[in-house]
């Protein structure tokens, strides 16, 4: 069993900063975060496997970093230079393997309750 818990979302103007920090149990393999945006379906954004290797969707590269520290048991996601598309709810989520290159939802088998972002221009 594995609860993960969402923390560090909340509102910032365009081009703002923001953290979300997950706890996480450290015994899965592939670690990831999604999001949903009003009305629209759950979407990767990020993911990193044990090895540390990590994926990116195209609309965050370059602007989001995922990271997992295994001391404090917490992944990471450092979202920079957000703007009002980056609005969503934002889940962690856990797998056993990471999809390498993309993202599956059907790979990831636990869930947090997520945490709301919102970007104001």
């Known amino acids: 069993q594995e609860r993960l818990v969402e923390t560090g979302g909340g509102s910032v103007q365009v081009g703002g900063s923001l953290r979300l920090s997950c706890a996480v149990s450290?015994?899965?393999?592939?670690y990831g975060w999604f999001r949903q945006p009003p009305g629209k379906g759950r979407e990767g954004v990020a993911s990193i496997d044990s090895d540390g290797d990590t994926t990116y969707a195209l609309s965050v590269k370059g602007r989001f970093n995922i990271s997992q520290d295994k001391d404090k048991n917490t992944m990471y996601l450092q979202m920079n230079n957000l703007q009002p598309e980056d609005s969503a709810m934002y889940y962690c989520?856990?797998?056993?393997?990471?999809?390498?290159?993309?993202?599956?939802?059907?790979?990831?088998?636990?869930w947090g309750q997520g945490t709301q972002v919102t970007v104001s221009s």
């Open positions: 989520a856990a797998a056993t393997s990471c999809l390498t290159g993309g993202f599956s939802r059907d790979l990831y088998t636990y």
């Open positions: 450290g015994s899965r393999y592939c």
